[in-house]
C-alpha cells in the first residue's frame, strides 16, 4: 500500500503531539477502509499512541462494531454528518483512546447522488477531552485513490487541530 509522504510526516506530529500530552487515539473508517490506521502505523513507535483501528465499510459494521443506530442511517444515510459523529462518539466508547477520528464518504467512481455526490466525505472528531468537531469536503474531480489519499490527510489534519486544540499550520 502506497501512503503519500504528506500523510506521513502528518502521523509523525501526531505522534509527537500524542507523546507530550499523553494522549491515544482511534479510528473509525468507512470510505477508507482502514487507510488512516494503516498510515498511522507507519511511524515507528505509534503503539506508544494508536490504539485500535475500526474499519466498519458496511452499515451493518456500523451498527454492530460503533453502536450507529439503525434508524440513523435509514433516516440520515450511511455518509451523513450524524453518521460521522455516532462513529466517532462509537469509538471512544468501544476503545482506550482519548480522541477517536471517523469518516464515512462516497469515493467513487460510482454511488453519488445530486445530494450525495462522489467525492463526498463526512468527518468527525470524539474525544474524552474536548467538544466534537465534524466538517464534511467534496474532493470533486478526482479518482477514487486520490479521494482516499485527501481523505486521510484531512482526517490527520482534524486529530491535531482537536489534540492541540487550535488550526493546523503546516511545519515548513
Do not use: W
Amino acid at each position: 500500500m502506497y501512503v503519500p509522504s504528506d500523510a506521513i510526516e502528518l502521523s509523525n506530529e501526531l505522534l509527537d503531539i500524542a507523546k507530550k500530552k499523553g494522549y491515544t487515539i482511534a479510528a473509525a473508517e468507512s470510505c477508507t477502509a482502514g487507510l488512516i490506521s494503516a498510515t498511522l502505523t507507519e511511524v515507528p513507535g505509534s503503539s506508544q499512541f494508536f490504539d485500535r483501528g475500526f474499519v466498519t465499510y458496511s452499515n451493518e459494521a456500523k451498527i454492530e462494531m460503533l453502536d450507529v443506530p439503525s434508524e440513523m442511517i435509514e433516516d440520515c444515510g450511511a455518509v451523513s454528518e450524524e453518521v460521522a459523529r455516532a462513529m466517532a462518539e462509537g469509538a471512544i466508547l468501544h476503545s482506550r483512546a482519548d480522541f477517536a477520528v471517523a469518516v464515512t464518504g462516497i469515493a467513487g467512481p460510482a454511488g453519488g447522488t445530486k445530494e450525495k455526490p462522489v467525492g463526498l466525505v463526512h468527518f468527525a472528531v470524539s474525544s474524552r477531552h474536548y467538544p466534537q468537531a465534524h466538517n464534511h469536503k467534496i474532493f470533486a474531480t478526482m479518482e477514487r485513490e486520490d479521494v482516499r489519499a485527501a481523505t486521510v490527510e484531512h482526517a490527520l489534519i482534524m486529530l491535531i487541530e482537536a489534540m492541540t486544540q487550535k488550526p493546523y499550520v503546516a511545519i515548513e
